[in-house]
């Protein structure tokens, strides 16, 4: 018997442990276009201590250990491109704490952001968080880990930036605390205390957040979508721009895609209001369509086709898969708002030259600060051609971005490529001594921001 | 090309002008009606064709037939008087593009029941009322293929009707029918009324969903127990298309022991569902819809109504939600004769 499973299956038992190859397989592929890698163990612990023994493993037998929350950022980011250890945090689900009148939550780094939403909707009805538009399974820590965004992005910016504490259990096995719960206080503050901002966007490669704080936000009664349509694409930077200076909106994002039809050629933007009562959802209503948007709509530029009550959640997740059962992938993107237009078609250009239906969209992140800017390209996965042009169309893409002055979202091997090659040379060697610093013998997620070592 | 047959005549000697003066959404008195529907039959500018809501009223109100609604949508196009923002319109005429293939034909030999574009209501045609009554266009990928495009007229766009409806009354032929009950009143509206107007045949005679009902329900008879519910019917826009067969509605009511609540806003005093009007181009026009909502809805509540009975699947869309949180119940039509022949309602909510 091999010692290493023997040793994992010592720490998180048998039931926990595989080398069954039909287990390894689902764990050696995500939804994206990266090829399959097969880690040699795969493990799913319940405890920072039981994370702590199998890093701890991993460093005296010098193999990786690659942590994988819901497994959907569709990037690859938690493909095993080494092999080692497959950490599947998913039995770490507990809801630790909701304090309601502090307005947050400590939270397992297994805890999916459906599980968080239906328990607050069930016990704190008043309070929400900002959910992303991936699946339900995607995890809260899983999120953290590539600093993504919800649907309070607009008035509260990325889902990382709503952060209170931070448990993390270091590469070579130390379990750290920071925010105020690392001095014995509640998890309610991530300052005054000085910044270890060292575990936010490193997709794993420097450490396993175990548990999270994370604010929560209020959840008034009403909660919709609006959805406003524009054919010019020039518009959308401007409507954004006097959008967010109503300071009312919720999460707002333009998205445009040759299917179906009726998209085609249009920009449209769903703008989240919500409410307490018909009288506030009134006001907020003739701010935004009558007051603000009116004169798009009486010069006929702008449509408005109504607001509907109930938001759906998630709601990017609804669009994705117009072409039902096929594979998808993205580029995403952090991009100045003013790049809309410009993203727009040299999305569509990419996506027709590659003969695949174009898919775009933007999320807005906080006052217009910034635009999360995504490029869908669809393939059949059982088609092997539809798979080599989707992924020249990603390369492109990543391209694209760096070229319009924007940076790569949760970028995948090769837009990291690109990114290490810009990044200034000491930030770059900073990097690379934190990194050197924190992982000696380099087994976090190894494949991964790894000329950084 | 096709374009409306409107008979100046008509108007010359018309007495009433009812066409402008019940109009519910202009304000116009009788001279000044007659003077801007001459202007608008002469192909000139008239406030009309920038107040009008497009609610087909007018169509049902004219004694004489001479189709003032389809006349003021035909010149709002031509004078580029767009009802709506352009995006929409863009929006709205790509939404019948079909785009998943070609549909596949089966022939009926006979009568049968066309679904058009609400294929994804299919669950609403269960049960007894519809046995043995084959159905087309009952694929929601197909359906923009049996769009009868009679919603263009909110747009002001008689071009893309009259380019495309030819098309869909060939696909609709090819399934070698001889009648077609028509599950939206919509559809009823374009083969009778409009194709009627413009000059476009149609091979087939058109059924009304409602009287199809009715005489499902006669030979059901025996199986009916009074539902004994107060409700209030939302009459829609196309139904306007065919007045002539809207007595089916009392009709049904009273053979199913429906009760009619009196409502103010009823038969020709209906009020639109308001879907239409939120996104027009007009200063305010969010708000108004906003207003017949509530008109709708007080009206509905003050007669006493426990159920609002729909016809159109896009009235029900605007409303449906609505009428819930004011405690009384939206219901198809349909579902409401089989709740009487003791089956369950499947769009009940
Ligand atoms: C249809 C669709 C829509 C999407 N929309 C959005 C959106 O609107 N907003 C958004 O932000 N994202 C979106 N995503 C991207 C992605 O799915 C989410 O960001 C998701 O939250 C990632 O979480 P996960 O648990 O799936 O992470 P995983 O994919 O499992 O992991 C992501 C990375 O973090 C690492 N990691 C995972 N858990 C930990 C941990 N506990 N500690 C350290 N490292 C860890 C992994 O090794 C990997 O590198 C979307 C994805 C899809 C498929
Ligand atoms: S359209 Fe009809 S109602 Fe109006 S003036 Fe002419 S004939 Fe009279
Ligand atoms: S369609 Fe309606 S709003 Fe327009 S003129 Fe006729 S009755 Fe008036």
């Known amino acids: 018997m091999n010692s290493v499973y023997e040793a994992l299956v010592e720490i998180v038992g048998k039931d926990h442990s595989s080398v069954q190859p039909e287990e390894l397989f689902i764990y050696s592929w995500d939804l994206g276009t990266t090829e399959p890698h097969r880690p040699d163990y795969a493990v799913s612990p319940r405890t920072p201590e039981q994370i702590q023994k199998i890093v701890q493993l991993a460093n005296k037998e010098k193999i990786p250990v690659v942590p994988l929350g819901g497994g959907l950022s569709l990037a690859g980011l938690a493909v095993p491109f080494k092999g080692g250890i497959l950490l599947d945090l998913k039995r770490m689900d507990s809801i630790i704490e909701v304090n309601e009148k502090a307005r947050y939550t400590v939270v397992e780094c297994g805890v999916?952001?459906?599980?968080?939403?239906?328990?607050?909707?069930?016990?704190?009805?008043?309070?929400?968080?900002?959910?992303?538009?991936?699946?339900?399974?995607?995890?809260?820590?899983?999120?953290m880990a590539i600093h993504g965004q919800g649907d309070l992005a607009q008035p509260y910016g990325f889902n990382s930036d709503m952060i209170n504490g931070l448990e993390v259990v270091l590469p070579t096995g130390e379990i750290c605390q920071f925010g105020s719960c690392s001095i014995g206080s509640g998890w309610f503050t991530l300052h005054p205390l000085p910044d270890v901002g060292l575990f936010l966007g490193w997709t794993g490669?420097?450490?396993?957040?175990?548990?999270?704080?994370?604010?929560?936000?209020?959840?008034?009664?009403?909660?919709?979508?609006?959805?406003?349509?524009?054919?010019?694409?020039?518009?959308?930077?401007?409507?954004?721009?006097?959008?967010?200076?109503?300071?009312?909106?919720?999460?707002?994002?333009?998205?445009?895609?040759?299917?179906?039809?009726?998209?085609?050629?249009?920009?449209?933007?769903?703008?989240?209001?919500?409410?307490?009562?018909?009288?506030?959802?009134?006001?907020?209503?003739?701010?935004?369509?009558?007051?603000?948007l009116g004169e798009y709509i009486r010069k006929g530029d702008g449509g408005y086709l109504g607001f509907n009550r109930g938001l759906q959640?998630?709601?990017?997740?609804?669009?994705?898969d117009w072409r039902k059962g096929g594979g998808f992938e993205y580029v995403g993107s952090i991009m100045p708002i003013d790049t809309y237009p410009e993203c727009y078609r040299r999305g569509r250009q990419i996506s027709e030259k590659h003969d695949i239906p174009y898919t775009v969209l933007g999320r807005c992140i906080g006052a217009a600060h910034a635009m999360m800017f995504s490029w869908t390209y669809a393939f059949n996965r059982a088609d092997p051609e539809t798979i080599k042009h989707a992924k020249a169309a990603l390369h492109e893409t990543d391209d694209l971005v760096l070229k319009l002055g924007g940076t790569i979202w949760k970028p995948g091997l090769y837009g990291q490529k690109l990114v290490m090659e810009r990044l200034n040379s000491s930030t770059f060697d900073l990097m690379r001594k934190v990194k050197q610093l924190l992982d000696p013998n380099g087994i976090m997620n190894p494949g991964n921001w790894e000329p950084a070592l | 090309m096709y374009e409306v047959k409107y008979d100046e005549k008509k108007c010359l000697s018309c007495r009433t002008q009812d066409c402008l003066i019940k109009c519910q959404y202009i304000d116009i008195d009788k001279e000044s009606a007659k003077k801007e529907i001459l202007k608008i039959g002469h192909g000139e500018d008239s406030f009309v064709l920038h107040e009008c809501v497009t609610c087909y009223a007018c169509e049902e109100y004219c004694p004489m037939n001479n189709h003032p609604f389809y006349l003021i949508v035909e010149k709002q196009e031509e004078l580029d008087i767009p009802p709506l923002p352009r995006p929409l319109i863009q929006r709205g005429i790509n939404l019948g593009v079909p785009f998943r293939g070609e549909p596949v034909i089966e022939k009926v030999n006979g009568r049968s029941l066309l679904m058009g574009v609400f294929s994804d209501l299919m669950f609403l045609i269960q049960g007894k009322l519809f046995e043995g009554v084959p159905v087309i266009s009952s694929d929601p990928r197909k359906m923009f293929h049996y769009f009868c495009q009679l919603?263009?007229?909110?747009?002001?766009?008689?071009?893309?009707i009259n380019d495309r409806l030819p098309k869909i009354i060939e696909t609709i032929a090819k399934h070698e029918v001889d009648e077609v009950i028509c599950f939206h009143d919509e559809c009823y509206g374009t083969y009778t009324s409009y194709c009627s107007a413009v000059g476009i045949e149609v091979p087939f005679k058109p059924v009304h969903f409602f009287e199809f009902l009715y005489d499902r329900l006669k030979e059901l008879k025996d199986e009916i127990e009074p539902v004994n519910l107060k409700v209030a019917y939302q009459r829609p826009c196309s139904s306007r298309l065919s007045s002539d067969k809207h007595h089916f509605v009392q009709d049904i009511f009273e053979l199913i022991g429906a009760e009619a609540v009196e409502r103010e806003y009823v038969?020709?005093?209906?009020?639109?569902?308001?879907?239409?009007?939120?996104?027009?181009?007009?200063?305010?026009?969010?708000?108004?819809?906003?207003?017949?909502?509530?008109?709708?809805?007080?009206?509905?509540k003050s007669a006493g109504a426990e159920v609002c009975v729909f016809n159109c699947p896009a009235c029900y869309n605007t409303m449906a939600q609505i009428v819930t949180r004011n405690g009384i119940a939206p219901i198809y039509m349909s579902d409401l004769c089989r709740l009487a022949i003791g089956e369950n309602p499947a769009g009940w909510r």
Do not use: W
């Open chain 2, 267 to 300: 038969d020709e005093n209906a009020l639109c569902c308001g879907g239409t009007i939120v996104g027009q181009r007009q200063e305010g026009s969010r708000k108004r819809a906003a207003e017949i909502e509530k008109k709708n809805i007080e009206d509905m």
């Open chain 1, 205 to 292: 490669t420097t450490g396993i957040i175990t548990k999270v704080s994370l604010r929560l936000f209020p959840c008034k009664k009403i909660r919709g979508a609006a959805l406003f349509a524009v054919d010019n694409e020039e518009l959308i930077p401007e409507i954004i721009y006097k959008l967010t200076h109503t300071q009312m909106v919720e999460d707002i994002v333009a998205f445009s895609q040759a299917i179906p039809p009726f998209s085609s050629g249009l920009q449209h933007i769903t703008i989240n209001l919500s409410a307490d009562s018909e009288k506030e959802l009134e006001f907020k209503q003739e701010i935004i369509f009558d007051d603000t």
């Open chain 1, 313 to 320: 959640r998630p709601q990017i997740s609804k669009t994705s």
């Open chain 2, 151 to 160: 919603m263009y007229l909110h747009y002001a766009r008689t071009s893309v």
């Open chain 1, 112 to 143: 999916s952001q459906g599980q968080l939403t239906s328990y607050l909707e069930r016990h704190c009805p008043h309070l929400t968080h900002s959910e992303p538009g991936a699946p339900p399974t995607a995890t809260i820590a899983g999120n």
